[in-house]
């Protein structure tokens, strides 16, 4: 009887140890940045037929190609970079990322694929480029996966993350009614975030103790559900409110106002115009109704074609020390 209840034990324990991961069991532990697209509610408010023939829609070929499967058979994305610790930096390389999608249904494998290396870890297939490739792709039953071998094989092999961002990504996304699409990055020092902001606002000066800590982008539905409007909101954050808080909302405000007279943008000029500033707390916001998803389609089109088709092959094709690109405060303020 003991042998067979110690037998029974053993093939349970195997069997619990071969169940599918869910999409947060690979999310890691306060991560800080964040790119989420809710693509059931695009399709389910109509926001994705109103795309009609955009850019992004025409993109998408190419993107069934890569990865194997049609948007449509996915209900959400999400992208991760990790920003490794000195002590866990490696061969050069200095952050991990994850890019996400989580099916309605098994996502199947491309059926022409460069990544020709399998590796078994239990169940699951891992496939890469060489066997030292630090880049992998999975297939693990609804979840498609591609990042850094070092954020996937941990997972399948019995450590999963717990899932929860940071606190400061948990209150930026608190509020999740209608959002469509969320993105997030720390801007801690000379990391590529910072990077772009300060290239993108050259020569703005904070004051030591009281810069930017984080910036966040929320696309989302509001109005009435039988006439929806689509509103943009860009966020950034500061630990206080204090004099860096001013030096922020100044920068912005005269990087919008510089960005209406250049002749390329003209056709956002309108959008620009629109832009609102507010503040919460230690928050500076700027929001624009972009106005009816069948009107604004080209805008949304334009931005989600970098979310949906740009970022898979970005992550593919990253180098070991590269980083996922990052919106920068000018060029949003222009969609």
Request: charged share 25%.
């Amino acid at each position: 009887m003991i042998h067979c209840l110690l037998t029974l034990t053993l093939c349970l324990a195997a069997a619990f140890g071969q169940q599918a991961p869910t999409l947060r069991s690979f999310c890691f532990r306060d991560y800080e940045n964040v790119l989420e697209v809710d693509l059931k509610q695009l399709r389910d408010t109509g926001v994705w037929d109103d795309l009609g023939a955009s850019a992004l829609k025409l993109a998408l070929g190419r993107f069934d190609d890569e990865m194997g499967f049609r948007l449509e058979d996915a209900d959400r994305l999400m992208a991760l970079v990790r920003v490794l610790p000195e002590n866990e930096q490696r061969s050069g390389t200095s952050h991990e990322d994850l890019l996400l999608f989580d099916g309605n249904k098994e996502l199947p494998w491309p059926k022409e694929s460069r990544e020709t290396h399998e590796t078994q870890i239990g169940a699951w297939t891992m496939r890469a480029y060489s066997e030292n490739s630090s880049s992998v792709s999975m297939r693990v039953g609804k979840l498609a996966l591609m990042g850094h071998r070092s954020a996937i094989e941990p997972v399948l092999q019995g450590r999963p993350h717990d899932g929860m961002p940071c606190a400061d990504v948990m209150s930026l996304q608190s509020d999740r009614r209608g959002l469509l699409a969320f993105v997030a990055f720390r801007l801690a020092r000379d990391t590529p975030p910072q990077q772009a902001m300060r290239q993108a606002l050259s020569g703005v000066e904070w004051p030591a103790d009281d810069q930017p800590t984080f910036v966040s982008f929320r696309l989302r539905l509001e109005g009435d559900q039988l006439d929806p409007r689509l509103d943009l909101e860009m966020v950034l954050r500061h630990i206080k409110v204090g004099d860096g808080l001013a030096v922020t909302e100044q920068a912005i405000d005269a990087a919008l106002a510089k960005l209406v007279a250049v002749p390329e943008a003209r056709m956002f000029a309108p959008l620009l115009k629109k832009v609102e500033r507010t503040r919460s707390g230690a928050d500076a916001m700027w929001r624009v109704d972009l106005g009816r998803s069948r009107d604004a389609a080209g805008t949304i089109g334009t931005m989600l074609g970098f979310l949906l088709v740009g970022m898979p092959v970005a992550v593919e094709a990253a180098a070991p020390a590269a980083a996922v690109p990052v919106p920068i405060p000018v060029p949003e303020g222009g969609k």
